[in-house]
């Protein structure tokens, strides 16, 4: 069936670093791929999300990047903030399914002041 | 707007017993479905629904009915309830796809089987 992997389970970084989570998908006619965000002991909201006509998509600090030959896609923190401090999950909506979305397992992100 | 609201918070229950997970949404948003989060497993679809009377099959749908007689309400019933079953659920909603395809979550509700 279909699956979407994600990397790293986890990542530290040092505030005003930058932070990549990468995830690859196998449903080659996939074409939407939203980026949540989970803090602690809440619900995952919709941080960012991009449409297979695009390659790339910016936001301020966080954005976004698709690679449909290789079906993968990427996301950027850039001068992070404790406040970036979460789980974050990727997902993709597959194909014929309306919106029907299989999400990887999530990436917990620490900024260490 | 409340959103997506689900009842109970938290919920224990013992082996073999049955109970609903209430969801509603008051957005008249077409699609809802229901998720459960594991650690380490992220999101897992259980089963979802694109319109009323209308219901579908996600990921992992053994153990669990829905069904769907209103716009907007979508609960989850869990037949006979088993540890494995231990777990967050998350109901979600959101508009036809021509529309957005955001999905909005609810708080979650929290259930330990014993």
């Known amino acids: 069936g279909e699956n979407v992997e994600q990397h790293p389970s986890t990542l530290s970084v040092q505030e005003g670093d930058s932070a990549v989570i990468k995830c690859t998908y196998s449903?080659?006619?996939?074409?939407?791929f939203p980026w949540y965000k989970q803090e602690l002991g809440k619900r995952p909201q919709l941080i960012i999300d991009?449409?297979?006509?695009?390659g790339e998509k910016k936001d301020q600090r966080i954005a976004v990047t698709l690679n449909k030959t290789a079906k993968h896609f990427s996301l950027h923190i850039t001068e992070t903030q404790p406040e970036d401090s979460a789980v974050y999950f990727c997902a993709a909506r597959v194909s014929g399914g309306y919106n029907k979305l299989i999400f990887g397992a999530g990436t917990r992100l620490a900024v260490h002041p | 707007n409340a959103g997506v609201t689900q009842t109970p918070k938290f919920q224990v229950l013992k082996t073999g017993q049955s109970m609903t997970l209430q969801c509603a949404q008051d957005m008249n948003h077409e699609y809802m479905s229901w998720y459960r989060q594991d650690p380490g497993m992220g999101l897992r679809l259980i089963h979802y629904?694109?319109?009323?009377?209308?219901?579908d099959q996600g990921e992992v749908p053994n153990g669990y009915n829905v069904s769907r007689s209103t716009t907007e309400d979508f609960p989850l019933r869990l037949l006979s309830a088993a540890p494995s079953q231990t777990s967050v659920y998350f109901c979600a909603s959101s508009p036809g796809t021509s529309i957005s395809n955001e999905q909005f979550f609810g708080p979650g509700t929290r259930l330990t089987v014993l």
């Open positions: 629904s694109v319109g009323a009377g209308i219901t």
């Open positions: 449903d080659s006619a996939s074409n939407y």
């Open positions: 991009i449409r297979s006509n695009v």
